[in-house]
């Protein structure tokens, strides 16, 4: 069995996780600092979002030097320690490839114009009709060039062009550069955008809805700006420069759209839960969409409930479903990936008061709150993003205490290699999600503010609320995890 098969990784958003120079950023002497919070949540990896030279348009997702740490996080030696103390520890370290697009401001956008993708505008205006994810045209015009260059995300992302083999020699190079400094694997950054239709046509009106919040607001069908012909290929570039790393792709598409993907990747997130309201028959419905996808001889979805794109769960969700939403994510067969504070249930907040993120996602990267007082503990200096409300909830409050979010989701992740293989839908109440994992566990969640019957006759070994279970009912927004 490899190691992540039902692995918990650990998302550090490195900007906020913790600073230890004080100049209100997190770093990655900062995230060495805390691995033994990390340890002690039990992760077995931790994934730092990009930690690489940037210009900063997209936080780090426009790369300026794919093979060297920003000094603002620190250094290469720097990244060497923290990798061998998170291994000493039992930590896998996984870092975030973007293979799709470059920041304009790395040298190849200049220097090799070849890496990308080009076109001639049509009546005055961009080439075809693709949408940024961001909003607006995916085509910005270059003035030196003379023609338009695609961008998926910002127009200081620049697409690459996968069509080209310098590229995939290129990215090839950095995968491996990354691998000899001993990393376990990749989260592979909007991999679905690796590939276009190559006679760039438009994208048609969408017939059907997307299933997945995007950009336009679903009035187009992405079926040529993206999952483009000859993914395959590139997908097998990307698996053979990394051996046998273990690669996450975030392909946001629906279920059905993976199994190309997973050909190649070991795993990819399940968007559709993620994005699921909190209601039992949908949540039921994106779980088996996940579940249905991994066959005998095929790896299955990696469950994912927030990360530092989108409204935590308790934001989202409540703050009253944290902890059902815990359960529920903790108890998923396959890797999960637990978004760092969320750990502590904690809420979105009002981002910065002059927007830093151009797209509105400040509000989800406010800093982990470790320590109940004004800074959270996370910086000495005036922290980039204000924490939201350290005084209610920081990991030093919730250690030892046996009703926070925090020892609840440490008993969860403790409990996940006793959960037998597979899991079993359960009929239920319209308004409970309940399933088996393999014979040894039932896992039932009340999504309503009702008393609702548990289909389980054993004492719960995990429940979420103290006297959740009353005369084989289960409480409003409470979750248990019984013996089968
Ligand atoms: C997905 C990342 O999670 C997001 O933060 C980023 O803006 C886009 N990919 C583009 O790299
Ligand atoms: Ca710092």
Known sequence: MTWWADATVYQVYPRSFQDTNGDGVGDLAGVRRRLGHIARVGADAVWL???????????????SDYTAVD???????????????????????????????????????????????????RDGGPPNNWLSAFGGPAWSYDPGQGRWYLHSFYPEQADLDWRNPEVVAAVQDVIRFWAARGIDGFR???????????????????????????EGGGTLALTNSRNGPGIGKALAAIRAAAGDLFLAGEVYLPADAHPSFLEHLDTTFAFELFHAPWEAAALRQ????????ATPTRRGPAWVLSNHDFPRVATRWGAQHARAAAVLLLTLPGPVFVYQGEELGQLDGPGAERPIDRAGRDAHRH???????????????????????????????QTGDPLSVLELTRALIALRPHLEPGLLMLETEPGLVAFARGESHVVVVNTTAAWLPVPAAAEPLILTAPGG????????????????
């Not at 994106?286 to 996808?293: F, M, N």
Request: net charge negative; with cysteine; glycine share 6%.
């Open 49 to 63: 979002s990009p930690i690489y030279p940037s210009p900063g348009a997209d936080l780090g997702y426009d790369i």
């Open 71 to 121: 000094p603002l996080f620190g250094t290469l030696e720097e990244f060497d320690r923290l990798v061998d103390d998170a291994h000493a520890l039992n930590i896998r370290v996984l870092l975030d490839l973007v293979p799709c697009h470059t920041s304009t401001a790395h040298p190849w956008f200049k220097e090799r114009p070849g890496f990308y993708i080009w076109a001639e505008g």
């Open 188 to 214: 592979v950054d909007a991999i679905d955008r690796l590939m276009k239709d190559p006679q760039l046509r438009d994208d048609p009106p969408a017939a059907v809805p997307f299933g997945l919040p995007v």
């Open 286 to 293: 994106a779980i088996e969409r996940g579940i249905e996808l």
């Open 367 to 397: 800093p982990v709150q470790w320590d109940p007082e004004p800074r959270a503990g996370f910086t000495d200096g005036i922290p980039w993003l204000e924490p939201v409300d350290p005084l209610e909830r920081s990991v030093a409050v």
């Open 469 to 484: 279970v009353r005369d084989g009912r289960l409480a409003p927004n409470a979750a248990a995890i019984c013996p089968a």
